[in-house]
T-cell receptor, first 115, second 113 residues
Framework: GAGVSQSPSNKVTEKGKDVELRCDPI?????LYWYRQSLGQGLEFLIY??????PDKSGLPSDRFSAERTGGSVSTLTIQRTQQEDSAVYLC?????WGRGNTIYFGEGSWLTVV | GENVEQHPSTLSVQEGDSAVIKCTYS??????FPWYKQELGKGPQLIID?????GEKKDQRIAVTLNKTAKHFSLHITETQPEDSAVYFC????????????FGKGTKLSVKP
């Protein structure tokens, strides 16, 4: 596609419910990242996928958070038993590969509100 | 791990003035320093980047400087315009390794007409 596509753009969920956020990276990009942005805060790294390598999950805040990337393309970030502190914008990004000269492109984000 | 500090958190300038945003980083292995601009309701967009083999890079009204010894880098916007109003993020990372970018907390720039 023309850019990184994320869905849904907005999601309101009740505390305790599970949510899934989807990311469709730019075609041909092998690297995919998830970041979280809380209101007025910076970008917090969550997880990184590079090709067929094992993902870097070092940023996931708890075991309620997980992500997968099927077929090296689309990724799904899952948050189980959502809490109010999970409310944030979840940004997905992709790059051709992590290496010199490869720009990271961000999607518009999925705004999650837990009530 | 890497830690990136960004200052100021908010910056207000008059149209036509210059704006400077500064960042420091902690990991001497970092060699890639991009700057992103985020407009309200949108994802961050890359505006300029610099690598540790150069000290300065310029693109029209935007310039970035890097002092690797002091581990700091700055964004300079000259002749600011109202459309420059946005949140700006600096980031640091190591190219060529399986890793990720660490971002600063952002600077909200307001350009008053």
């Amino acid at each position: 596609g023309a850019g990184v596509s994320q869905s849904p753009s907005n999601k309101v969920t009740e505390k305790g419910k599970d949510v899934e956020l989807r990311c469709d990276p730019i075609s041909g990009h092998t690297a995919l990242y998830w970041y979280r942005q809380s209101l007025g805060q910076g970008l917090e790294f969550l997880i990184y996928f590079q090709g067929n390598s094992a993902p870097d999950k070092s940023g996931l805040p708890s075991d309620r958070f997980s992500a997968e990337r099927t077929g090296g393309s689309v990724s799904t970030l899952t948050i189980q038993r959502t809490q109010q502190e999970d409310s944030a914008v979840y940004l997905c990004a992709s790059s051709r590969r992590w290496g010199r000269g490869n720009t990271i492109y961000f999607g518009e984000g999925s705004w999650l509100t837990v009530v | 791990g890497e830690n990136v500090e960004q200052h100021p958190s908010t910056l207000s300038v008059q149209e036509g003035d210059s704006a400077v945003i500064k960042c420091t980083y902690s990991d001497s292995a970092s060699n890639y320093f991009p700057w992103y601009k985020q407009e309200l309701g949108k994802g961050p967009q890359l505006i300029i980047d610099i690598r540790s083999n150069v000290g300065e890079k310029k693109d029209q009204r935007i310039a970035v400087t890097l002092n690797k010894t002091a581990k700091h880098f700055s964004l300079h916007i000259t002749e600011t315009q109202p459309e420059d109003s946005a949140v700006y993020f600096c980031a640091a990372g190591v190219e060529g390794s399986q890793g990720n970018l660490i971002f600063g907390k952002g600077t909200k720039l307001s350009v008053k007409p």
